[in-house]
């Protein structure tokens, strides 16, 4: 029997049940929906992140309750805060950014079906930037854990252990060169394709006796004698070589000089530019020299550093759950009693006040809120209650409470923030924090001027301390002189250690600090003197204020010959007016009022504290020219009113708690800076260890009624310059010593007694106060003709 044969067959395959997945990918709504998808990500973190660089800080200390109530102030919410932390926070910081923008055009590419493959370098490129930019930021700016993200400064840190600085910053030198050589394929060839070739000039004598207008002369001398020339042979020129020496002999100009007989010429002159030649010379002048440095005369002064002032142990803002559940439970509470309903309550913590911000129910009178002041006060049993009732721009209703455990405000703190140290302000004063914890600055050249009050004890001189400390670890002595009184006599005597940095004075004064209230009065019309002879130079040079004046004249675009020089701005600071007010009264309140409506654009700012801000000693006229007024807390309503036109000082906590308004009905409640007196005593010993000028910054001189004297009019006693400062007054028609100075190079006690010389000889007239005096000789031959009757006499 045959064996049937069976033929093999080949096992089928199964097919692999994918089909679904890959027609799910390769359907055109999913590439869109997906690339929406992407887009919309890229767009979410972008915005999620930019929102984290300006909320980083409140956002922080809420991240980590989960409850409903603690709200973040990211654009995005709590998902958006959370995420920004995660990847820049603790991840590549500022760099970060580089993710979306990538994710972005991702989403696009899926959007617009164009192959991933052509993203792929950009990917890989962008997350190299990423960490080379994140362990860069950390290498220069290592004191902003922001900028260069939790990876970058352990990434830093670890490459520094083993580099040291220097290596790293070779490293991070070394893979941008190699990136930019490989990108822009840099080769030796293309390096010396961008070295310019030289070009040689061909020149023709010709041209040279042209050029230098010889021809004229050739041409008149070839008159009067024979011409010498050394031809060559006939066989070496040819025909084309004539006709070429032709041609370019006849092109050129030739001017034959001839006698004109009996004719006149008229030369017209152009009426000359004089402000195109001032700008001219200005900008040659800074091209070979530079614009004009004020600083450098102290070119060698280094500004005080941050480690002279304190740190304080209990800075950091605690949290306390507790007192924060019980204040909010006693607030809801009292409201309840008098059936005020609440849809919510959130708490914003300071470090001394925490805000809480409540939204009643619809229907409630606010007027029925800000009547329950003193029960609020009473059922938490603290002091400093304040409701805000309603919130500048905001639909809440605030509620400010002390904390049991304030936090201390420092000085360096404050200015070490990256607000103060980044300002473009022309004069920051960093007066401390406010109730969300942020570092508030103002311009004082923008006030312009700053009236302080409050009780005895409550911060007031140390705010004045604060506001110095502000201005000058800003401004280089150079740029900024201070006018100190203090009736006291102990608050700001640190600051004589500063004298010849910082400090202006009257001439033929010993102290720079001003106790006596004679002195502070003729201070205050120097000052009023100053401020005229400022505007005549402002006047002369077509400006409006100090800040373009000072402009011109750094460009070089002023000449000190005719008086110009370079304007410091001047702070007058007074520590106790009401004492000068009893004593004085008038005589202090008529310059003060007059400095504080026109000193502004010539850069003299006042700053006036008081104890008592009674009607009587802050009248009208001053607060009608302090729109910027600073309230620590005071004993009575009425006292608040005076100096803020509102109450709220009465119910401040004091120890530096006070309220500041900028001229707007908006009032914001600020912890002051802290600075202690030793801290102000390593700070003026810092600065007055350093090479400073001559002398303190000089005033103009002001001699009143009692103080004119008379002076001996024998002519052999006279200054040597008398005759030459008798020439100047009379030409310039003005008595002053101050143009005496500009013009002769002369200190005020010398130029002082000329002008009491030339006063006494009948040249002058006597002092009128601020104004010039009177030149009594008309011109320079009446001069030269009394001169000359006194000479014979």
């Given at each position: 029997?045959?064996?049937?044969?069976?033929?093999?067959t080949?096992?089928r395959?199964?097919?692999?049940?994918?089909?679904?997945?890959?027609?799910?990918?390769?359907?055109?709504?999913?590439?869109?929906?997906?690339?929406?998808?992407?887009?919309?990500?890229?767009?979410?973190?972008?915005?999620?992140?930019?929102?984290?660089?300006?909320?980083?800080?409140?956002?922080?200390?809420?991240?980590?309750?989960?409850n409903?109530?603690?709200?973040?102030?990211?654009?995005?919410?709590?998902?958006?805060?959370?995420?920004?932390?995660?990847?820049?926070?603790?991840?590549?910081?500022?760099?970060?950014?580089?993710?979306?923008?990538?994710?972005?055009f991702?989403?696009?590419?899926?959007?617009?079906?164009i192959?991933?493959?052509?993203?792929?370098?950009?990917?890989?490129?962008?997350?190299l930037?990423?960490?080379w930019?994140?362990?860069?930021?950390?290498?220069?700016?290592p004191?902003n854990?922001?900028?260069?993200?939790?990876?970058?400064?352990?990434?830093?840190?670890?490459?520094?252990?083993?580099?040291?600085?220097?290596?790293?910053?070779?490293?991070?030198?070394?893979?941008?060169?190699?990136?930019?050589i490989?990108?822009?394929?840099?080769?030796?060839?293309?390096?010396?394709?961008?070295?310019p070739?030289?070009?040689?000039?061909?020149?023709?004598v010709?041209?040279?006796?042209?050029?230098?207008?010889?021809?004229?002369?050739?041409?008149?001398?070839?008159s009067?004698?024979?011409?010498?020339?050394?031809?060559?042979?006939?066989?070496?020129?040819?025909?084309e070589?004539?006709?070429?020496?032709?041609?370019?002999?006849?092109?050129?100009?030739?001017?034959?000089?001839?006698?004109?007989?009996?004719?006149?010429?008229?030369?017209?002159?152009?009426?000359?530019d004089?402000?195109?030649?001032?700008?001219?010379?200005?900008?040659?002048?800074?091209?070979?020299?530079?614009?004009f440095?004020?600083?450098?005369?102290?070119?060698?002064?280094?500004f005080?550093?941050?480690?002279?002032l304190?740190?304080?142990?209990?800075?950091?803002?605690?949290?306390?759950?507790?007192?924060?559940?019980n204040?909010?439970?006693?607030?809801?509470?009292?409201l309840?009693?008098?059936?005020?309903?609440?849809?919510?309550?959130?708490?914003?913590?300071?470090?001394?006040?925490?805000?809480?911000?409540?939204?009643?129910?619809?229907?409630?009178?606010?007027?029925?809120?800000?009547?329950?002041?003193?029960?609020?006060?009473?059922?938490?049993?603290?002091?400093?209650?304040?409701?805000?009732a309603?919130?500048?721009?905001k639909g809440?209703?605030?509620?400010?409470?002390?904390?049991?455990?304030?936090s201390?405000?420092?000085?360096?703190?404050?200015?070490s923030?990256?607000?103060?140290?980044?300002?473009?302000?022309d004069?920051?004063l960093a007066?401390?924090?406010?109730?969300s914890?942020?570092?508030?600055?103002?311009?004082?050249?923008?006030?312009?001027?700053?009236?302080?009050?409050?009780?005895?004890?409550?911060?007031?001189?140390?705010?004045?301390?604060?506001?110095?400390?502000?201005?000058?670890?800003?401004?280089?002595?150079?740029?900024?002189?201070?006018?100190?009184?203090?009736?006291?006599?102990?608050?700001?005597?640190?600051?004589?250690?500063?004298?010849?940095?910082?400090?202006?004075?009257?001439?033929?004064?010993?102290?720079?600090?001003?106790?006596?209230?004679?002195?502070?009065?003729?201070?205050?019309?120097?000052?009023?003197?100053?401020?005229?002879?400022r505007?005549?130079?402002l006047?002369?040079?077509?400006?409006?204020?100090?800040?373009?004046?000072?402009?011109?004249?750094r460009?070089?675009?002023?000449?000190?010959?005719?008086?110009?020089?370079?304007?410091?701005?001047?702070?007058?600071?007074?520590?106790?007016?009401a004492?000068?007010?009893?004593t004085?009264?008038?005589?202090?309140?008529?310059p003060?009022?007059?400095?504080?409506?026109?000193?502004?654009?010539?850069g003299?700012?006042?700053?006036?504290?008081?104890?008592?801000?009674?009607?009587?000693?802050?009248?009208?006229?001053i607060?009608?020219?302090?729109?910027?007024?600073?309230?620590?807390?005071?004993?009575?309503?009425?006292?608040?009113?005076?100096?803020?036109?509102?109450?709220?000082?009465?119910?401040?906590?004091?120890k530096?708690?006070?309220?500041?308004?900028?001229?707007?009905?908006?009032?914001?409640?600020?912890?002051?800076?802290?600075?202690?007196?030793?801290?102000?005593?390593?700070?003026?010993?810092?600065?007055?260890?350093?090479r400073?000028?001559?002398?303190?910054?000089?005033?103009p001189?002001?001699?009143?009624?009692?103080?004119?004297?008379?002076?001996?009019?024998?002519?052999?006693?006279?200054?040597?310059?008398?005759?030459?400062?008798?020439?100047?007054?009379?030409t310039?028609?003005?008595?002053?010593?101050?143009?005496?100075?500009?013009?002769?190079?002369?200190?005020?006690?010398?130029?002082?007694?000329?002008?009491?010389?030339l006063?006494?000889?009948?040249?002058?007239?006597?002092?009128?106060?601020?104004?010039?005096?009177?030149?009594?000789?008309?011109?320079?031959?009446?001069?030269?003709?009394?001169?000359?009757?006194?000479?014979?006499?």
């Open positions: 029997m045959a064996k049937k044969t069976r033929t093999a080949k096992p395959r199964k097919k692999k049940k994918n089909n679904s997945i890959v027609s799910f990918f390769k359907s055109k709504q999913t590439h869109l929906a997906f690339g929406v998808f992407v887009l919309s990500s890229a767009i979410f973190l972008f915005i999620s992140f930019y929102s984290f660089l300006q909320h980083w800080k409140s956002d922080q200390s809420q991240l980590q309750f989960i409903k109530s603690n709200h973040v102030k990211n654009i995005l919410g709590k998902l958006g805060a959370n995420l920004s932390n995660l990847l820049v926070y603790e991840g590549f910081g500022i760099a970060t950014f580089i993710f979306p923008i990538l994710l972005f991702t989403g696009l590419y899926i959007i617009l079906s192959p991933l493959k052509q993203l792929s370098k950009y990917w890989i490129n962008g997350i930037a990423m960490i930019l994140s362990i860069a930021f950390a290498v220069f700016i004191g854990t922001l900028f260069a993200g939790t990876i970058g400064f352990e990434v830093n840190e670890f490459m520094q252990i083993y580099m040291g600085k220097i290596g790293v910053i070779l490293l991070l030198s070394l893979t941008l060169l190699m990136f930019i490989s990108k822009f394929k840099i080769t030796p060839e293309r390096i010396k394709s961008f070295v070739k030289r070009k040689e000039k061909k020149t023709s010709l041209d040279d006796v042209t050029n230098e207008g010889y021809i004229s002369e050739a041409i008149h001398e070839t009067n004698k024979e011409l010498e020339l050394d031809l060559d042979p006939i066989d070496e020129l040819t025909t070589d004539i006709i070429s020496e032709k041609e370019e002999i006849s092109t050129k100009p030739v001017e034959i000089v001839t006698p004109v007989e009996e004719e006149l010429e008229i030369e017209i002159e152009k009426p000359v004089e402000e195109h030649m001032v700008d001219n010379l200005s900008n040659t002048l800074v091209k070979d020299f530079g614009e440095d004020p600083t450098l005369e102290l070119a060698n002064y280094k005080p550093k941050l480690d002279l304190k740190d304080y142990t209990n800075e950091n803002i605690t949290i306390d759950k507790q007192e924060l559940e204040n909010k439970n006693k607030i809801v509470e009292t309840n009693n008098y059936k005020i309903g609440i849809s919510s309550i959130k708490a914003t913590i300071g470090p001394t006040v925490t805000l809480y911000e409540i939204v009643p129910n619809a229907g409630v009178r606010i007027s029925k809120i800000k009547n329950l002041e003193d029960d609020i006060a009473l059922s938490l049993a603290a002091l400093g209650i304040r409701i805000i309603p919130i500048p721009g809440t209703i605030g509620i400010e409470v002390p904390n049991k455990k304030p201390v405000v420092s000085m360096k703190s404050v200015l923030s990256q607000k103060f140290q980044n300002t473009k302000m004069l920051p007066l401390g924090k406010t109730i914890n942020e570092t508030f600055i103002v311009d004082l050249a923008k006030m312009p001027h700053l009236l302080m009050a409050g009780a005895t004890g409550q911060g007031k001189s140390v705010g004045l301390n604060a506001v110095l400390a502000s201005l000058i670890y800003k401004k280089h002595p150079a740029e900024i002189k201070f006018v100190l009184v203090d009736p006291k006599k102990v608050e700001l005597t640190l600051f004589n250690k500063i004298e010849r940095h910082y400090l202006a004075k009257l001439p033929d004064t010993e102290d720079a600090i001003i106790t006596d209230t004679t002195a502070v009065i003729n201070t205050l019309n120097s000052m009023c003197i100053e401020m005229d002879n505007y005549d130079l006047k002369n040079a077509f400006v409006r204020n100090i800040k373009e004046y000072n402009a011109k004249f460009s070089r675009k002023l000449n000190p010959e005719n008086g110009h020089r370079f304007l410091p701005y001047i702070v007058l600071v007074i520590d106790e007016f004492d000068l007010i009893m004085a009264g008038k005589e202090i309140e008529t003060i009022a007059r400095l504080a409506q026109l000193a502004r654009a010539i003299i700012h006042l700053i006036v504290a008081t104890q008592r801000p009674s009607v009587n000693v802050i009248t009208g006229i607060k009608a020219n302090f729109p910027t007024r600073v309230a620590f807390r005071v004993t009575s309503k009425i006292d608040s009113r005076t100096i803020l036109d509102a109450q709220g000082a009465d119910q401040l906590i004091g530096g708690d006070m309220l500041i308004s900028t001229g707007s009905s908006d009032l914001v409640r600020l912890q002051c800076a802290f600075i202690d007196t030793p801290e102000v005593e390593k700070l003026t010993d810092y600065i007055g260890s350093q400073a000028y001559a002398s303190a910054y000089i005033l001189e002001y001699v009143g009624e009692e103080g004119a004297s008379t002076v001996d009019i024998d002519i052999a006693d006279r200054d040597k310059l008398f005759e030459e400062a008798a020439q100047l007054i009379v310039s028609q003005q008595g002053s010593a101050s143009l005496l100075q500009r013009k002769l190079k002369l200190g005020y006690n010398r130029a002082g007694r000329i002008i009491d010389q006063e006494a000889a009948g040249i002058v007239g006597p002092f009128e106060g601020s104004k010039a005096r009177q030149v009594l000789v008309p011109d320079i031959i009446s001069l030269r003709q009394f001169l000359d009757g006194e000479s014979e006499v």
